[in-house]
């Protein structure tokens, strides 16, 4: 029953340095979506893939890529990291269009930029 | 553009009713949406309505859709500790792929 699975749940980075976040789903979803969140600015979208083999920008994407790898993966990448980018990160997936639009979370990302 | 907007604290005391209040500016969202996030954890779905809904009730939980307004509203009532959590409004994208706008999120404080 893991649902979404996101991995690392903390991580450390100096400005400059480069990671990837990985993101997971086993409901068979379509659609993948990476989320920032910041106190008093709610979810931001920073990217999604409406399904297998497409991506799309949100309203944030600036600074990372994203991977959709398969059906299963979506993975975040900050090439380049700055300190603007400290922020708990949310993998999240859905059914896609045609449902109740129901997103499923995973636990988030705490990413700490120095 | 697409906007949702919502306080960002309510303080209440255990027992009583609390309401937590939302905007929207999309008119042609389908769906509705209510989540919860604790501590630490991930969103999860609250609840939802359909936009050609007025009224949803769900246990202690009502929600209230006034579309005029673009106003959306989520009535606890019987208010416990374990509702202490942020709220999140989120209404679904327009151009249909799926995404949700979300708001600020209301952080709800309940006293003993």
């Known amino acids: 029953n893991a649902g979404v699975t996101q991995t690392p749940k903390f991580q450390v980075l100096k400005t400059g340095q480069s990671m990837t976040l990985q993101c997971a789903q086993d409901m068979n979803h379509n659609s993948m979506y990476w989320y920032r969140q910041d106190p008093g600015m709610g979810l931001r979208l920073i990217y999604y893939?409406?399904?297998?083999?497409?991506?799309d920008k949100g309203e944030v994407p600036n600074g990372y890529n994203v991977s959709r790898l398969n059906k299963r993966e979506f993975s975040l990448r900050l090439e380049s990291a700055a300190p603007s980018q400290t922020s708990v990160y949310f993998c999240?997936?859905?059914?896609?269009?045609?449902?109740?639009?129901?997103?499923?979370f995973g636990e988030g990302s705490r990413l700490t930029v120095l | 553009g697409e906007d949702v907007e919502q306080s960002l604290f309510l303080s209440v005391r255990e027992g009583d009713s609390s309401v937590i209040n939302c905007t929207y500016t999309d008119s042609s969202s389908t769906y509705l949406y209510w989540y919860k996030q604790e501590p630490g954890a991930g969103l999860q779905l609250l609840t939802y309505?359909?936009?050609?809904?007025d009224m949803k009730q769900d246990q202690r939980l009502t929600v209230l859709l006034n579309k005029k307004d673009k106003h959306l509203s989520l009535r606890i009532a019987d208010t416990q500790t374990g509702d202490s959590a942020i709220y999140f409004c989120?209404?679904?994208?327009?151009?249909?792929?799926?995404?949700?706008?979300f708001g600020q999120g209301t952080t709800l404080q309940v006293k003993p």
């Open positions: 309505i359909f936009s050609n809904m």
């Open positions: 893939s409406a399904s297998e083999g497409t991506t």
């Open positions: 999240a997936s859905s059914e896609g269009t045609g449902g109740t639009g129901e997103l499923f």
């Open positions: 989120a209404e679904s994208s327009p151009s249909n792929t799926g995404k949700l706008i």
